[in-house]
C-alpha cells in the first residue's frame, strides 16, 4: 500500500472513531473545529486521489444523485409490529399471559425500552458494512432508503469493534429531534413550504425524500431495538445485552434501556417514563416491555404480525391515524352548514372516534383534503375530534375530491357562501327541518328551558310528523299525540306533559338563552337579563345600550336586533308569554 493511501486510510478511521464518540456515545474528545480541520484534509487529499475513495468515508455520506423511484425490499424475515395496551389493567393481563404461557416461571425479566415515535427501519450489515437500509413498510417489503440512511450521522456505516456477524440486520426507529423539528419548520416557514403538523411526520417526509441531500438537511436520529436475519456468528442470550452488544459495535442505542424483574417495577418504569416525557428532547409514545430472554421469547413465539412476548404500552395519546371514508354537511340550529367528516373508525384512548369536524370549507381547501385520504385527528380533552393534517404521500389513486354543497341537504333550499368560506348557511331559516330540529333541542335544553324527558328521538318524530314547526308549537302537545311515538310510554308521555307545564314558570336569563339567539349563549343571557330585567326592555333594546351589557360586541348586538326584526321570531316570543303564559321569578 502506497503510503498515501495509509495515511488516508487512518485519517478516515480517526475521523470515524471521533464520529463515534460524538454521534454515538455524546462524549466528544475533540472540539468541532478539530474535526473541521480533518475533514477538510480528507476532502482535499480524496480530490487529488479519488481512486482512494471508499464507500465508507465520511465525506461519501450524501449520494450526488437524486433516485427517480424507491426499489423494493423483500425483508429477510418479516419486521413485525406491536401490540398496544392502554392502561394498568391491561398491561397486566400481558404480564399474566407470559405466565400462565411459561407455567408461572417466576424468574422472568422485562426488557423495558422507550417506544420512539419515528419510523422502523432495517439496516442490513454484510462483513460489518452498511450495504442497504429499508423501511417496514408493511412488514414484508419496504422501501429500499440505502442514500437517505446513509446521511444520518448517527448511523455507522462501518461497524467497529469484535465478533461482527458476517451479515446482521439491525431494527431501530429513525425519528427527528424537537430541535431539528422546529429548525425545519421555521425554515419551511420562510420558504412558504410545506409545514409538518409533528416530529414523526417530518421524519417519515425525510426519509421518503428521493434526493439524499435534502435528507441531509433535515436533523434525523436513530437508535436501535432488535436484530433481524443473522448469520456467520452469534449474538448473547438475551435482548439486554444483544444491545449493549450493538452499541459497542458503534449502533446508537438511549440510555434509558433497564431491566424489570415484575409487574410493580415494569409500572414504575412507565410512570418514571411518561415524567420524563417532555424532556427528552424527542417525541415517544409509550415504553416498549420484552421478556429478555431470547430463548423464552422463541418459546412464547407470536401471533399473525406481532410477538407474543413484547408490548407496547402506550401513553395516553391526543392524536391519531386513520381513513377519512366521506363528508358529510350537517345544518345546524341557525342555518349554517358544518363539513363533518366520516371516519374509519379508530381509538383514542380507549374512545371509539367514527366522526371529526373540519370546521368549515376554508378549512377543506386549506388541508386540500380528498375522500379516501389518510388524516391525522386529534382529540383533545372532551372536545370534538378535528382533523389536523392530510398525509399526502399516502393518497389513493381512488381518491375524490370534495364537492361543496349547493343546495342545502335537508330541505334543498340555496345556500349562501361567505365570502371567506368560512360561513355557509342554508337560507330557508326556519322552515328547514334541520334548523326547527336544531332550535327545538336547543330550546328544551338543560340549561334552556330545561324540560326533562324532550329527547333527540321524541324532537326528530315531532318534527318529521309536522306536529312541530316552531318552538312554541311544542306546549301546544297531548298526551294523544306524545304516547303514539315511539320510544315513548304512557308513563313517560304523562311525565313529559308535566315537564312542559313546569317548565312555563322560569327565569328571564334562561328564556333569553332558550330563544337561541347566534352569539347569546348562557353567560351572554345573564348579562343580557341582568342588565334589562324585563323581557319588555329587551325586546325595545337598541344597538348603543346592548354594547354597554358586559362581553356584548356589534356582532352579538346586531344578530340580537336582527332577531326582533323578524316577524315570525316576535310572533313566537308573543305566543310564548300571552298564548301559553310562560312567566318569570
Ligand atoms: O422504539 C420503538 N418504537 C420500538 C419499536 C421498540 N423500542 N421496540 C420495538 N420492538 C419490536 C419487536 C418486538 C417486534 C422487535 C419496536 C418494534 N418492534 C416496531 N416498531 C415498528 C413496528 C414494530
Known amino acids: 500500500m502506497k503510503k498515501q ?76 409490529s406491536l401490540d398496544n395496551v392502554f392502561n394498568e389493567k391491561s398491561y397486566l393481563s400481558f404480564d399474566k399471559r407470559i405466565r400462565n404461557r411459561l407455567s408461572n416461571d417466576n424468574n422472568l425479566t422485562f426488557c423495558c425500552e422507550l417506544k420512539l415515535d419515528g419510523l422502523a427501519v432495517n439496516l442490513l450489515y454484510k462483513h460489518g458494512k452498511l450495504i442497504q437500509a429499508s423501511t417496514r413498510g408493511d412488514g414484508i417489503i419496504g422501501e429500499n432508503i440505502t442514500a437517505n440512511i446513509r446521511t444520518i450521522r448517527t448511523i455507522p456505516l462501518i461497524l467497529i469493534g469484535d465478533n461482527i456477524p458476517k451479515i446482521i440486520e439491525i431494527r431501530g426507529e429513525v425519528f427527528m429531534t424537537h430541535i431539528g423539528f422546529k429548525k425545519l419548520n421555521k425554515n419551511a ?68 434501556i433497564e431491566l424489570c424483574y415484575n409487574s410493580k417495577e415494569v409500572l414504575d418504569y412507565y410512570c418514571k417514563i ?41 401513553f395516553p ?33 380507549g374512545v371509539n372516534i367514527k366522526n371529526a369536524t373540519l370546521h368549515n370549507i376554508k378549512e377543506i381547501k386549506r388541508l386540500g383534503i380528498h375522500i379516501g385520504d389518510t388524516v391525522i385527528i386529534s382529540r383533545a380533552g372532551d372536545v370534538i375530534p378535528k382533523i389536523i393534517d392530510v398525509l399526502i404521500d399516502r393518497r389513493p389513486t381512488y381518491s375524490k375530491e370534495i364537492n361543496f354543497p349547493i343546495y342545502c341537504p335537508v330541505c334543498n333550499s340555496v345556500i349562501k357562501y361567505s365570502e371567506d368560506d368560512t360561513i355557509i348557511r342554508c337560507t330557508n331559516n326556519l322552515s328547514c327541518a334541520a334548523q326547527q330540529r336544531g332550535a327545538l333541542k336547543h330550546f328544551v335544553s ?74 347569546v349563549g348562557a353567560v351572554t343571557a345573564s348579562n343580557l337579563a341582568l342588565y334589562y330585567k324585563t323581557l319588555d326592555s329587551f325586546i325595545t333594546s337598541d344597538i348603543k345600550s346592548l354594547k354597554k351589557v358586559p362581553n356584548i360586541g356589534d356582532v352579538v348586538a346586531n344578530n340580537i336586533i336582527n332577531f326582533f326584526n323578524e316577524k315570525h321570531n316576535c310572533n313566537i316570543v308573543n305566543t310564548l308569554i300571552y298564548k301559553i303564559g310562560i312567566n318569570f321569578s
Open 317 to 349: 395519546s391526543k392524536e391519531q391515524i386513520t381513513l377519512l371514508k366521506d363528508i358529510k354537511f350537517q345544518v345546524g340550529r341557525t342555518g349554517v352548514i358544518t363539513p363533518i367528516a366520516e371516519l374509519k373508525t379508530t381509538n383514542i384512548n
Open 189 to 256: 416557514k420562510y420558504y412558504n413550504s410545506k409545514i409538518f403538523s409533528n416530529p414523526r411526520n417530518a421524519a417519515s417526509g425525510s426519509l421518503r425524500q428521493l434526493d439524499p441531500s435534502i435528507t441531509n438537511k433535515r436533523s434525523l436520529s436513530f437508535f436501535c431495538y432488535g436484530f433481524g436475519y443473522i448469520t456467520g456468528g452469534q449474538l448473547p442470550i438475551n435482548q439486554y445485552q444483544c444491545l449493549m452488544q450493538f452499541k459497542k459495535w458503534g449502533l446508537p442505542i438511549n440510555n434509558y
Open 446 to 519: 338543560r340549561k334552556a328551558m330545561n324540560i326533562v324527558g324532550m329527547g333527540d328521538k321524541i324532537i326528530d318524530q315531532l318534527v318529521y310528523k309536522n306536529y312541530v314547526m316552531t318552538i312554541s308549537d311544542i306546549y301546544y302537545l297531548n298526551f294523544d299525540i306524545l304516547s303514539k311515538l315511539e320510544h315513548i310510554g304512557l308513563k313517560s308521555s304523562k311525565k313529559l306533559i308535566n315537564a312542559l307545564n313546569k317548565s312555563k314558570k322560569t327565569t328571564l336569563t334562561r328564556f333569553i338563552y332558550a330563544l337561541g339567539i347566534n352569539g
Open 5 to 80: 493511501q495509509k495515511y488516508l486510510k487512518q485519517l478516515k478511521k480517526k475521523i470515524q472513531y471521533h464520529e463515534y464518540l460524538y454521534y454515538t456515545l455524546n462524549a466528544p474528545e475533540i472540539s468541532d473545529i478539530q474535526y473541521d480541520l480533518m475533514m477538510q484534509e480528507l476532502k482535499i487529499l480524496e480530490n487529488k486521489h479519488p481512486e482512494f475513495i471508499t464507500f465508507d468515508s465520511p465525506t461519501q455520506r450524501v449520494g450526488a444523485t437524486p433516485l427517480k423511484t424507491f426499489s423494493q425490499v423483500h425483508h429477510k424475515i418479516p419486521m413485525l
Open 274 to 314: 411518561k415524567n420524563k416525557r417532555l424532556n427528552l428532547g424527542f417525541d415517544i409514545d409509550g415504553i416498549v416491555v420484552k421478556v429478555n430472554e431470547l430463548s423464552l421469547q422463541k418459546k412464547i413465539g407470536f401471533i399473525a404480525k406481532s410477538p407474543r412476548w413484547a408490548i407496547a404500552f402506550k
